[in-house]
């Protein structure tokens, strides 16, 4: 997808780029400088690399480069995920921590008793309920929106503005302003309900109803990055294609089914991924609005790990976690064989 | 066609759609947006900002008002006793700033590190190269539960419990940004570079000076991201983060919402107003970058 998307409509020449390369302009400038499109005006002896004499000062200027990154990159990320895995086989408990010694090895234990632990079987039905509501909702509501957007050519950018707002707030936030809205006495919806002659309903105290709630309200959050880019995939749909289409005889719909979206299917495979991923690691909204409950209807695996690490039972959270991982990598090979075997 | 190369613009968008509308008259009717999308789109918009608006509302009405059932649609008394609070019974600008040291120096950290090993990875050719990329983009799938109990383990033992550098130094180098800037420098010509070679400009100097200063877009996209996802991260500046002094805005919220007092919706909902706010104008003001980032490569 990236690469449709160049990061200027520049339409700059020659001259341009020569002002470009005797620089420095001020990088706190108003106009940032544009990046100028590929031409052939600049030829040089030195354009082929292959023994090219600066090969050398080239990799010590990569490495330069590259260290400090890589630094905090090793040592704060891929570091702990290794770490992670190791301590999974281990019973380290907070206890352990300044005295690494007395850390046994334990095997596999810490994965057969989750496993065997009713709370994280609980747990792991949760999220896998929250991966099956919530996907096909966000992807299914921001298709709709991105196709909306796509018709519309005025207030275009007012539109898509104001349904991508809830994504940059803070979940936090947003939870305890929507734990309030939902709250059964009083609250905005039931109140609203009530004005039409329905019934109010219990919506973060019932087992039942708690989770899909959570759920309603991570759309609500979660939709308007996937709009974006279905929209931005809507737009290079070629219109040729569906104009033959409808000189054809296709009815909208069957145009919307059969032209685009076979021609989104790599931009839905996508979303599919990064969507299941999020709703995975649900974790914040459960925490604000219902604090796992009631009866633990709303607890996923990212918040038992966090209540593992809580109680000090280290190996048995990163376990858990590894769990999780797993399961992502497994979603993510099986949406990649599902959306792709069409082709 | 400058079209094609920006499909994220909406003002080139629009010249395009009149083109095709010109084509014949049974195009026409089709391509005229009908009055009732507008309609469908102005619902929709107005449902998914009720909350934000029912928010604002809530935030300065009188305790009494807010238990009322029904409630009321538009405050009857005014008060702003519930943001007075945040500063009296809680410590909100010292979570306020905690918020924002802690965001800004986890955006600056990754505009330079981000940078630095973008270009590497796209325009210079070393030994180690494929491997750096590979294990970078490898971690993208890594939920963040799985690093926080050796992260927990490691800022223990280096003495950074409870400080706001160890809630910064595990963010400082993301993989979406080193993906972000590779992205972004690979659209840069090669010839360019070269060009500045054959000047006799070192290479670090044409880092700094060439490339650098023509990455002003992709270094605001990231920027901007990572300060928003920052400001509004919650699960390890929650384990971190262990006396009052040291919380950020959501974890200072949300221990609230769940703690003793989680009944005193008034100053709840008015920490949450001073949680949102700042970040909605920040993002109404750079929207645009958000937004060719988000198309561009999926970050949130």
Known sequence: ?343 | MATLEAPTHENTMTPEKNKKGRRGGRDDGRLRTPAWLYAVMVAGLFLVVIPFIWMVVSSVKPNAELRQVPPTLLPEGITFSHYEALFTDLDFPQFFLNSAIVSLGTMVGNMIFCSMLGYALAKLQFPGRRIMFALVVGTLMVPGVVTFVPLFVLTTNLGLTNTLPAMILPFMAGPFGVFLMRQFILSIPDELIQAARVDGAGELRIFARVVLPLCGPALATLGVLTFLSSWNNFLWPLVVATSEDKYTLPVALALYAVGQNATDYGLLIAGAVVVVLPVLAVFLVLQRHIMQGVASTGIK
């Open chain 1, 1 to 343: 997808m990236s690469s449709t998307h160049a990061p200027h409509p520049s339409r700059e020449t020659g001259e341009k780029q020569d002002a470009g390369l005797d620089l420095p302009r001020a990088t706190g400038s108003r106009t940032p400088p544009q990046p100028p499109t590929r031409s052939r005006t600049l030829r040089h002896p030195f354009g082929g690399r292959s023994n090219d004499p600066t090969a050398r000062s080239q990799a010590v200027a990569a490495w330069i480069l590259a260290v400090p990154f890589m630094a905090v990159f090793l040592v704060f990320t891929a570091g702990p995920v290794l770490a992670s895995l190791g301590m999974s086989f281990t019973d380290i408990r907070s206890t352990d921590v300044r005295n690494p010694l007395s850390v046994q090895f334990v095997g596999l234990e810490n994965y057969t008793r989750l496993l065997g632990d009713e709370l994280f079987r609980k747990v792991a039905l949760n999220t896998l309920l929250y991966l099956l509501l919530g996907v096909p909702l966000t992807l299914g509501v921001a298709m709709a929106v991105a196709v909306g957007l796509n018709r519309v050519t005025r207030f275009k950018g007012f539109f898509r503005v104001g349904f991508y707002l809830p994504v940059v707030t803070s979940i936090v936030a947003v939870s305890v302003v929507w734990k309030y809205l939902l709250r059964e006495n009083g609250g905005l919806l039931n109140s609203a309900l009530e004005l039409v002659g329905l019934p109010g309903q219990a919506w973060l105290d019932s087992t039942h109803l708690a989770l899909p709630s959570l759920v309603v309200m991570a759309v609500w959050r979660n939709f308007g990055t996937m709009t974006v880019i279905f929209l931005a995939a809507l737009q290079s749909v070629p219109t040729e294609v569906l104009e033959a289409a409808e000189s054809d005889g296709a009815s909208a719909w069957s145009r919307f089914r059969h032209v685009t979206v076979p021609m989104l299917r790599p931009t839905i495979l996508f979303g599919a991924v990064i969507t299941g991923i999020g709703y995975l690691q649900f974790f914040e909204e459960a925490f604000v609005m219902t604090s796992g409950g009631p009866l633990d209807s709303t607890r996923s695996i990212s918040f038992y790990t966090y209540d593992q690490f809580g109680f000090g039972n280290y190996g048995l959270a990163a376990a858990a976690s590894y769990l999780l991982f797993l399961a992502i990598v497994l979603l993510t090979m099986l949406q990649f064989r599902l959306l792709r075997s069409k082709d």
